[in-house]
């Protein structure tokens, strides 16, 4: 039965090593044929050196709430899921992957294929799109069970119901896993004067500086040089 295990990790910062893993939750989404269905995520606590208040102040999990645990994250609990998971997701699949470096299997960041199905979402996050989704009909889940946000339980049940309608749009697996390969297709320009406009109304002297002189981010400059190119292929 094909299982995509959905993962999610709250940590004290953004990147390791200074970084560490404080919660690693799961939820496995499964298909017996007649559909895919959402399983009961789960979610283990882990010892770390202290937990500042920034990273506090989005999770909430303090260092009391860890008395009594000794075990440290090892991404070995990861990479040994049960024997029928085959591929991983998670929203953002890059900031998983930091704590998980040596991942074998191929994964889908809901985010990246979000953008490219859901381009007119007013958001992208993993809150926004669950209630954009819910209030459309394409999405539905026990609002308990999703509560309270920014756990990882609870973010990584959200973000299975999420794949569950990528699915159900028509994006196909393999699509997904393509799409996660490559930056993030931003449907808008996020920054400068051309703010909120569509990358194929900008000029075409703008759409180079950002691609070739620019020091903005590699997304950024991706998107520009895509469309530069669907304008020199019509």
């Not at 690693?24 to 789960?42: A, F, I, R």
């Amino acid at each position: 039965m094909p299982r995509i295990r959905v993962i999610d990790f709250e940590t004290t910062g953004m990147e390791p090593p200074s970084a560490e893993v404080i919660e690693y939750g799961w939820c496995d989404l499964t298909n017996d044929g007649s559909g895919w269905t959402v399983g009961k995520p789960q979610a283990h606590l882990y010892s770390v050196a202290s937990i500042p208040p920034e990273t506090r102040a989005v999770h909430h999990i303090a260092m009391s709430d860890l008395a009594g645990v000794v075990t440290h994250f090892d991404e070995a609990e990861v990479h040994n899921p049960i024997e029928d998971v085959s591929v991983f997701a998670a929203h953002n699949l890059a900031f998983e992957d930091l704590f998980i470096p040596r991942r074998v299997l191929p994964g889908i960041c809901t985010l990246k294929a979000a953008l490219r199905v859901w381009a007119h979402a007013p958001s992208h996050s993993n809150s926004v799109l669950r209630y954009w989704l819910e209030d459309q009909g394409l999405l539905s889940l026990d609002h308990d069970t999703a509560m309270p946000p920014h756990r990882a339980g609870p973010d990584a049940y959200v973000t299975a119901h999420i794949l569950k309608a990528l699915l159900a749009a028509g994006a196909t697996g393999r699509e997904m896993i393509a799409w996660t390969q490559e930056p993030r297709l931003l449907p808008k320009i996020t920054f400068g004067k051309h703010k909120g406009a569509a990358w194929k109304d900008a000029p075409r002297d703008y759409l180079e500086w950002v691609a070739f002189k620019s020091d903005l981010d590699g997304d950024t400059k991706w998107n520009a040089e895509r469309e530069l190119e669907r304008r020199r292929s019509q």
